[in-house]
């Protein structure tokens, strides 16, 4: 799949808005129920998930991290928690997501170590070479231009730095296949408007996932944008997919 295909899709068809203005909306109104939602919808397996992909930067011992995307702040409070690095800076375009996920760093204790700052995943805001690891969870399918935010996280990475990209994945065996796609198919959209009354946004997530370029063509794009040593894990019978890569 190319990553024009996931650039094409937006939540709001018909829309005049950019996909990326669309992205900040669907986000800003979703906001105080996203956290419950991703716990609902993935019964609590997303929480296991997060720390695979910081396991993955343990060796590295990071001193000052990156998270894109970071939504509501759970991977930088988490990252905190487990790596315990001098700095975090979450940087996301979601203001809405971006004031619950102050409150829950205030919460942690962590004001002095993580700062939650508005700002475009594609035009990064910091200099070469700044961070010595990044983090995405689940966000990266949403970027309105896949390869320049990509080659924006290579950017500001340091030399022998590494990134860790977390998104969802399609499963190929049967029958976690069949049944992932029942669920994203009919039950996502209805949980979407029924208990966070926002269909359009939950019917654009299995759409998102599905169109977004997966394992190896994952890894060719981040090959292409500067990264190196790219690998791919994919978890949970393939629902979930960990994509390491060093600059």
């Not at 690095?85 to 962590?110: C, N, Q, W, Y």
Request: aromatic fraction near 10%; hydrophobic fraction near 40%.
């Amino acid at each position: 799949m190319a990553s024009k295909d996931v650039q094409k899709l937006v939540p709001f068809e018909g829309s005049k808005l950019s996909k990326k203005e669309q992205i900040a909306h669907m986000f800003d109104d979703i906001a105080g129920k996203y956290d419950f939602m991703n716990h609902f919808m993935s019964l609590g397996i997303d929480v296991i998930w997060r720390k695979k992909a910081l396991k993955m930067l343990r060796p590295l011992q990071p001193k000052k991290m990156l998270d894109v995307a970071t939504g509501t702040g759970d991977v930088a409070i988490m990252a905190q928690r487990m790596l315990q690095p001098d700095h975090i800076t979450g940087i996301d375009i979601s203001e809405g997501m971006l004031e619950l996920g102050r409150i829950k760093v205030t919460k942690a204790g962590f004001d002095r170590y993580i700062t939650l700052q508005q700002g475009d995943s594609e035009t990064i805001n910091f200099p070469d070479a700044t961070f010595d690891a990044i983090t995405a969870a689940f966000g990266v399918r949403n970027f309105e231009n896949l390869e320049k935010g990509l080659a924006e996280m290579c950017r500001v990475l340091k030399p022998g730095g590494k990134a860790v990209i977390l998104e969802f994945s399609n499963p190929t065996k049967t029958p976690v296949k069949q049944l992932y796609n029942f669920y994203f198919r009919y039950i996502t959209p209805w949980i979407g408007k029924y208990i966070a009354r926002n269909k359009a946004a939950y019917s654009y997530l299995p759409s998102s996932v599905k169109a977004f370029p997966q394992g190896q063509a994952m890894c060719d794009i981040l090959h292409k944008v500067g990264f190196q040593a790219v690998t791919c894990k994919t978890l949970t019978f393939g629902i979930c997919s960990i994509y390491c890569a060093t600059r």
